[in-house]
């Protein structure tokens, strides 16, 4: 990969990050605003399904931070773009579509149906 497209990629994942990290922030605000006025058991209920649905997608966001973070890293140690399992560099078109991806498509396919076989 040379240095335009590296930095592509870097300022791609550095938008990524922000736009999450304001997101995250967002939901952590709504879920501060006291709610625990319900008087209607129903009310309480649909609440609380709400909240474990906004956990999930919070620690769902968390996960995706951190693997940014982590592909800002591998571009800082010039490691970015190279399948973690084979070691060969990962298509540009892929990591377009998926700027996170530590493997190459060849060995993500063999994993999951690794995993599909293996009922993981
Ligand atoms: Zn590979």
Redesign the pocket.
């Known amino acids: 990969m040379d240095d335009k497209e590296l930095e592509f990629f870097k300022n791609l994942l550095n938008e990524r990050l922000k736009d999450l990290i304001s997101h995250a922030d967002e939901t952590v605000n709504e879920m501060t605003i006291p709610k625990d006025n319900f008087a209607d058991p129903t009310d309480r209920a649909s609440h609380e399904a709400e909240r474990s649905f906004e956990l999930r997608i919070r620690d769902r966001e968390h996960k995706l931070i951190k693997k940014v973070k982590e592909a800002l890293t591998r571009i800082e140690n010039n490691t970015y773009g190279i399948?973690e399992?084979?070691g060969?560099d990962i298509s540009i078109a892929r990591l377009k579509a998926r700027p996170v991806t530590t493997?190459?498509i060849?060995?993500k396919t063999r994993d999951e149906v690794m995993e599909k076989a293996l009922g993981i």
């Open positions: 399948c399992s084979c060969d493997q190459c060849e060995c």
